[in-house]
């Protein structure tokens, strides 16, 4: 690491304003193997290896809510070989990480369907999801066979199916049908790998959320990008459609 690197990140915390809910488009891990000159699933594994160290990186700057999209629901069109290893790579990491985030005080979450998911793996989330239940240290949602638009979809399907009357509807009723009821909506979106698109993420959550956007591959998304990343996020002036106090 370069010495401006380490005074970056020894700059006091209490400079930054931290976001309560971050959330992590993953993105570059094929690139980042074949970079390498090894197939992709080998950026998988990579990326994979890097979850623990970011969330406890995010948890330690006192980040309560972290979401990371992980699968979405149309990557099910990628090539089965790749689709199979990394459902394989998710089940192997839930069950050797389930213990190691409960100790760490971190509670699990999984945002998509289950459908199409082995049962195998199915039990894993239920089980990791359930053994950390009490944690209260951060928060971390995998979203797994997600979408944005699916979960709309899904949350209409419910409320149409309980016979709620629409006319009383309002965003707040509406976020309950959600997958992520009772998490906070996204103050800052991070995308890897140097893409600018949203992606089918979060997109009834991340209405006001800021975006930031890096070029550094997921398996190399480490200390350096988290501080930038909160840097930027405190630079920002958040509005939500109003004013800023100048005017502008």
């Known amino acids: 690491m370069a010495i401006q690197e380490v005074r970056e990140l020894n700059k006091p915390v209490s400079t930054l304003q931290i976001p309560q809910h971050v959330a992590i488009i993953m993105d570059g891990n094929g690139r980042w193997a074949q970079r390498r000159g090894q197939p992709r ?3 998988h594994q990579a990326g994979t290896d890097n979850l623990t160290r970011v969330v406890e ?8 809510y972290l979401t990371l999209y992980a699968f979405s629901t149309e990557n099910w069109k990628r090539p089965i070989d790749e689709v199979m290893g990394l459902l394989g790579l998710l089940e192997r990491v839930i069950r050797r990480e389930t213990a190691n985030l409960k100790k760490k005080g971190v509670r699990l979450r999984h945002l998509g369907r289950l459908e199409g998911i082995s049962p ?4 894993a989330i239920a089980r990791a999801i359930d053994e950390t239940k009490d944690n209260t240290r951060i928060t ?10 699916a979960e709309i979809l899904d949350a209409v399907r419910r409320l149409v199916a309980e016979g709620v009357d629409i006319s009383q509807m309002d965003e ?10 009772g998490i906070p909506d996204p103050d800052l979106v991070i995308r890897t790998g140097g893409e600018m698109r949203v992606s089918n993420f979060l997109i009834w959550q ?10 550094v591959f997921w398996p190399d998304f480490g200390a350096c990008e988290i501080r930038e990343a909160l840097e930027t ?16």
Not at 120 to 123: E, Y
Not at 142 to 149: E, L, P, Q, T, V
Not at 173 to 179: E, K, N, P, Q, T
């Open 206 to 215: 991340a209405a006001y959320a800021e975006y930031y956007a890096t070029p």
């Open 140 to 149: 971390l949602s995998i979203a797994f066979n997600y979408g944005g638009r």
């Open 57 to 64: 990186m995010f948890a330690d700057y006192g980040v309560k």
């Open 172 to 181: 707040e009723l509406f976020s309950r049908y959600l997958y992520s009821d």
């Open 120 to 123: 195998a793996l199915q039990n």
């Open 41 to 43: 699933l080998f950026g």
């Open 233 to 248: 996020f405190t630079r920002r002036e958040r509005r939500f459609g109003g004013l800023s106090p100048t005017g502008g």
